[in-house]
Structure formats: C-alpha cells, structure tokens
C-alpha cells in the first residue's frame, strides 16, 4: 500500500516542480521584456589609462576609470571608425540598459554601423560609452551617474585627445539617461533614444524599486518634462513589441522629433542592432 502512495507523492512533486520552473521561466522573461538586459560580452581585456594626453591608437579600447562622483570604478569604452584621425573627433556618449554596463556597446555592432556612416562620407565620430545604474540619475545612494557625466566623462575624453560630448545615444534605462541629460545641456547636438525606459505613472516607475519617491521621480521623469527636449536634435525607435511602447509613443507626441520610427520588434539586442545603422547616421548627420 505504501508503494503506490510513494509514487502518487512523487507524482505531485514532480508536477508542482514543473510549475514552479514554469513560473520561474516565466518571470525571467517579464523581466527581460522589462528591461533587465543580458549580462554583456566581455571585450577586449582593459588597458591602463593615458598618464598624459595621448590620442588613441586603437579603434576599440576599455579602461577602467576611478569615478569619485559614482563612488566605484567604471568602464570606459571608446569605439572609433576604422582608418581615420582620431585626434579631435566629436564624441557621442552612449548609455547602456538596466543589468548591463558600458562593454554591452561591444555586442550591438556600434563599430560597424560608424563605419558604414563614414563612408557614406559623413562626419567621424567617437562613440564613449560609461557604466550606469539607477536609471542614470541620482536617488541618494551616494552613486550619481549624471555629475558623473557632466564633470568626469570630459577630463577622461580630453585625455585622450577628444572632444567634449556633443551627441548622446541611450538604450532602453539609457534612454531614460540620456533625456535627462539632455535636459541640463542643451548645447547636445543630437540625442537618439532606442526603447527608451520611460514611465507613464508613479506605480508603473515604483514597480522599478529605484526611485526613493513620487517627488524624487517626477524630478527626473523625461515624460514630465518633455518641453526641456529640442525636437530638432531628438530621434526615437522603438519596437511595437516592446513593453515600453506606450511611452514611447507619449514621448514622440509631446515633443515631435526629428525621428520617431515605431516598427516590428522587441526589448532586446536584435532590434538593436538593426536600428544601430540609423541612429549612428542620425548622430552623424548632426554633427555635421
């Protein structure tokens, strides 16, 4: 009698096991489709920081940077076309997604589509990209990812013989950075948006357990301030599968700009990769 009792016992784990992985599975995924991006492809191993200004002798390179205002060291990553003059290029600062940090870029074929842009005979740029976190604004964890980018990124650039940024590019928590960047420097000559992480009320922004509050949200949310944006320098894509759709499209109603392109494609790194061709043509053109 206890065999058959065993085996009905073992059934029911068995069963209640393959739920809860089901469940599981199935969290991962919202979280993923929410923005958590996957862990970044290594890159080329670091190399020490210039003691001097010195210009760049390689196309990619990763450094990692002491950065008082983030409290930790970061990753620097410069990506730069092949076969011209790296003195004096016009950088684009690009800022990376949730769960991910600045060697992502390595990954989304940033390097082929600069490329492409010079010789279809547009302006060479620099692309520079930094580690972020907390939606790449200050929430009071002593860790500020914008004065980060506003008093660090420049002196880290100058030494290596490039330009102030004057383009930024953001990927879905980036997005959200790089709007908020753009609101303190409007001097940006570009700023190109993919799967912005934006929110459209204070419940959807509290699930993200990052802001402290409503107010400390509202301060930074690029939706609430929307008339801080040029639409002339502003570009935005995003998937129509992507769960940040619907702000996305608020975003493009309330400030116009220069690009919106909604078309077929998820949260992830293949539709990033397919629009990375038309967002580093949209920095170029701009910085012309």
């Known amino acids: 009698m206890r065999r058959p009792a065993a085996e009905e016992t073992g059934h ?31 890159g080329p191993p670091p ?11 390689e196309a990619v390179t990763v450094q990692k940077m002491r950065s008082a205002a983030r409290n930790r060291d970061v990753n620097l990553v410069i990506i730069a076309p092949d076969g011209v003059s790296r003195v004096g290029l016009p950088v684009c600062v690009a800022l990376h997604g949730r ?18 842009a010079v010789s279809a005979g547009l302006p060479a740029f620099a692309v520079a990209a930094v580690d972020g976190d907390n939606y790449w604004v200050d929430v009071g964890k002593a860790d500020d990812p914008q004065r980060m980018l506003a008093d660090e990124l420049p002196g880290w650039l100058s030494q290596r013989q490039l330009r102030p940024p004057s383009a930024m590019f953001g990927i879905s928590m ?8 753009a609101r303190e420097h409007k001097n940006l000559k570009a700023v190109a948006v993919a799967s912005a992480a934006l929110f459209v009320s204070w419940s959807d922004a509290k699930s993200r357990k990052v802001f402290a509050d409503r107010e400390q949200w509202e301060s930074h949310e690029p939706l609430l301030h ?40 998820e949260h992830n790194d293949d539709y990033w990769r397919g629009i990375m061709p038309e967002m580093m043509k949209f920095v170029a053109e701009r910085l012309a």
Request: aromatic share 4%.
């Open 226 to 265: 929307t008339g801080d944006l040029s639409a002339s320098s502003t570009g935005v894509w995003c998937g129509n599968s992507d769960p940040f759709v619907r702000a996305d499209r608020k975003l493009i109603k309330a400030v116009q700009p220069a690009v919106g392109k909604m078309s077929e494609g």
């Open 99 to 116: 769960g991910a940090d600045a060697r992502t870029f390595l990954n989304l074929d940033v390097r082929n589509a600069l490329n492409q």
């Open 47 to 57: 190399v020490a920081p210039p003691t001097s200004p010195t210009p760049l002798t």
């Open 174 to 181: 980036g997005g959200f950075g790089a709007l908020r960047y």
């Open 12 to 42: 029911a784990l068995n069963r209640r096991g393959l739920l809860l992985g089901a469940a599981a599975l199935g969290g991962s995924a919202l979280l993923s489709a929410c923005g958590a991006e996957k862990a970044p492809l290594v």
